[in-house]
């Protein structure tokens, strides 16, 4: 049986007292493309913390292409490519210079011009990112993230700062890395983008999951209707957690 790409087992992070993360339960398996939903807030970016080991746990467990994130850094970072929510870029770096760094640290053999052809950077190779616009920016993470062909590619919230044509790349390579083998984890709040590569979703509310699987199934068990956006999902969960007086899980 194949080891999952991501597995969690009650995962829970707490911020002094506030629950960021509530006992997530989540498996991804490889060769999957699994869009993770939720607004902001919702903890899909303490999730992605979690399993890169920049946060700590409260509770639970996680394994991350069968290596434990917290013990066994080094082996899980090695088959990793994350592109994070936020990250540091050095002004005076060139998008080449920035595409050595991750090169050397992690001993590949990756052509960097190649690597940023990819991302539509092939003019800007030479350029200060320190010139770089947002969706520049968003591009030079993503072929950081590329780096090594990772098994697993993690990508928090790829499509910010990005015009439609920068949008249209992602998805092309996404497609591409499928393609290729690996696994893609990313987490969205525009569903749009997401059920036009993702085999499955999961919809993160107020910490929980809540509901998984592909996005059709999920549609008819919100009740939604086939052109419901992003925000129609969060609306019909809240108003159900009113009703209720819970989050359905």
Sequence with gaps: ??????????????????????????????????????????????????????????EGTAQVLGHDPWDEVVACHRRVGILPDRFDIYDDFSARRHLRLVIDTKGTDDDPTTLLERVGLTDAVDQPAGEFSQGMEQRLALAMSLVGDPDLL?????????????????????EAESERGATVFFSS??????????????????????????????????RLQADATVEDIFVELTEDSIRTGEVEQ
């Design 154 to 174: 993690i990508l928090d919230e790829p499509f910010t700062g990005l015009d439609p044509h920068g949008v249209a790349l992602v998805r092309d390579v996404v």
């Design 1 to 58: 049986m194949t080891t999952p790409a991501i597995e969690t087992s009650g995962l829970t992070k707490h911020y002094d007292g506030t629950v960021a993360l509530d006992a997530l339960n989540l498996t991804v398996e490889q060769g999957e493309v699994y869009g993770f939903l939720g607004p902001n807030g919702a903890g899909k970016s303490t999730t992605i913390n979690l399993l890169m080991n920049y946060i700590k746990p409260t």
């Design 189 to 222: 709040h525009v569903l749009g983008q997401v059920e036009l590569v993702c085999d499955r979703i999961g919809i993160l509310h107020q910490g929980h999951l809540v509901d998984e699987g592909a996005l059709t199934d999920v549609r008819d068990r919100l």
